[in-house]
């Protein structure tokens, strides 16, 4: 089975600054035709999950451009440009190379 | 604008089965891109992925549940349905149903999730 870890579980950024979650897999989620098959979700309080960001680097539809994925085989990053209030949240990671699987989530708060 | 309506009840007793089923709007069950899938969150926790079922049938699921889970679908009803048997409290969690379209990630759909609670 592929597990994705994530760090850190948590942090804090004063609005206006970058935020910086890591995501490792297990295994190489690199598919023969050069797709990346790693998710970024964010889970905003009482809401359900949303996606951010789809194999690896595409931002989905409606999604700031203040967000950027990135990374390739078995070790990406989501990245905030400047961190804003309503991004308060908690960020997953999901592999869908094979059966998929959440890394255990990142909380962002603000200071 | 494709919507994702699930239903069920919040309270199932130890040992039985957990039946949820989620009805969808706004496209239909059988579009041959999409998959279906469903997704709880322990209160507290994080997200884990339970299966998933195309417009075709064909079934997926998290190797720690395949024994006690089934999907499938309703085509007549737009609908998609998951049963969990033997439940215990472990299982008590928030459920939710996604759906996504296989040949275009960014097309990828939520339901609002409801509280199962197992006790008795």
């Known amino acids: 089975d592929i597990v994705v870890t994530q760090s850190p579980l948590s942090l804090a950024v004063t609005p206006g600054e970058a935020a910086s979650i890591s995501c490792r897999s297990s295994?190489?989620?690199?598919?023969?035709?050069?797709?990346?098959?790693l998710d970024w979700y964010v889970q905003k309080p009482g809401q359900s999950p949303q996606l951010l960001i789809y194999?690896?680097?595409n931002r989905a539809s409606g999604v700031p451009d203040r967000f950027t994925g990135s990374g390739s085989g078995t070790y990406f990053t989501l990245k905030i440009s400047r961190v804003e209030a309503e991004d308060v949240g908690v960020y997953y990671c999901?592999?869908?190379?094979?059966?998929?699987?959440f890394g255990q989530g990142t909380r962002l708060e603000i200071k | 604008q494709l919507r994702l309506q699930l239903s069920g009840p919040g309270l199932v007793k130890p040992s039985e089965t957990l039946s949820l089923t989620c009805t969808v709007s706004?496209?239909?069950?059988?579009?041959?891109?999409?998959?279906w899938g469903w997704v709880r969150q322990p209160p507290g926790k994080g997200l884990e992925w339970l299966g998933s079922v195309s417009y075709s049938g064909s079934t997926y699921y998290n190797p720690s549940l395949k024994s006690r889970l089934s999907t499938s679908v309703d085509a007549s009803a737009n609908q998609f349905s998951l049963r969990l048997t033997s439940v215990t409290a472990a299982d008590t969690a928030v459920y939710y149903c996604?759906?996504?379209?296989?040949?275009?990630?960014?097309?990828?759909?939520w339901g609002q999730g409801t509280l199962v609670t197992v006790s008795s």
């Open positions: 295994q190489r989620l690199l598919q023969s035709n050069g797709d990346n098959h």
């Open positions: 706004g496209a239909s069950i059988t579009s041959r891109t999409f998959f």
């Open positions: 999901m592999q869908a190379l094979q059966t998929p699987g």
């Open positions: 996604a759906g996504r379209d296989g040949d275009n990630y960014d097309r990828d759909y």
């Open positions: 194999l690896a680097s």
